[in-house]
């Protein structure tokens, strides 16, 4: 296709609110001000153009969906920057590594999620590798109706000082989540499971999960684990322990 074709095919594009790929140079005329005439000869020129390479339109909608992609990436940093200290917060059962450390990451994890479970040795490993990291854990039972169950469980042991050995046993448990198997681990952890059981429809256990999800929410979560390293990025999946280090050292520098 010659320039000049490609020229008029990105007025077309955008007279129809696509968006040709960059190779393709844009019209500096707003396409609100074509006259019928002009659009119709747009129109033309489109048509033309898909029937001698359609490849042009799937370009264009990959092209749009990049660019929404993007914006939802830079949207769910600026939330993380503009809501830093609600973000960075969390109950002291929550905080792992150094509470006065130089950098915060915050973890969104799903009990029930494999991935997240995998992670556990990756995020202990790195805690006591780097005694400055401070993290936050933020469970979001956002897989199924077994992950409430065991959220529900989790933040109930808190109000008995064992959040973490529940989050640690349920995380290693395969069997699926019952009231029965969460008293069965709740008192190998040594924990009351009678008051357990009555705690997951607490007041203050429903108020922190609904506090958990509206953060999620915020940052445009689209899955478990997701991890923000400080203000300057947000990576969702799992991943590995070098790519840790390299968001963790970035970061650092971006606080600088």
Do not use: W
């Amino acid at each position: 296709m010659t320039r000049p074709t490609r020229t008029k095919l990105a007025g077309a594009l955008l007279a129809l609110g696509l968006s040709a790929s960059t190779s393709i140079p844009a019209l500096a005329e707003p396409a609100s001000s074509f006259s019928p005439q002009q659009r119709a000869e747009i129109v033309s020129i489109l048509r033309d153009a898909l029937k001698n390479d359609p490849s042009i339109l799937s370009d264009a909608i990959v092209a749009l969906r990049q660019g929404a992609q993007q914006k939802a990436a830079d949207d769910a940093l600026t939330h993380v920057k503009s809501d830093r200290e609600r973000l960075q917060k969390g109950p002291d059962y929550t905080i792992r590594g150094n509470p006065e450390g130089d950098l915060t990451i915050v973890e969104f994890l799903d009990p029930r999620c494999g991935y997240c479970r995998s992670m556990v040795p990756v995020v202990d490993a790195l805690l006591k590798s780097d005694t400055k990291l401070r993290l936050v854990e933020k469970l979001v039972p956002v897989l199924s109706e077994k992950s409430v169950l065991d959220t529900q469980a989790i933040f109930a042991a808190a109000l008995q000082g064992g959040y973490e050995k529940m989050k640690r046993a349920l995380m290693q448990d395969t069997t699926p989540p019952t009231l029965d198997r969460i008293r069965q681990l709740a008192t190998a952890n040594g924990l009351n499971a009678d008051k357990l059981v009555t705690d997951m429809h607490a007041s203050s256990v429903a108020a922190q999960i609904n506090e958990n999800l509206a953060e999620a929410r915020l940052i445009g979560l689209d899955g478990t684990p997701t991890f923000v390293f400080g203000t300057s990025a947000i990576i969702p999946g799992a991943i590995s322990a070098e790519e840790m280090r390299s968001q963790i050292k970035t970061a650092r520098s971006a606080a600088r």
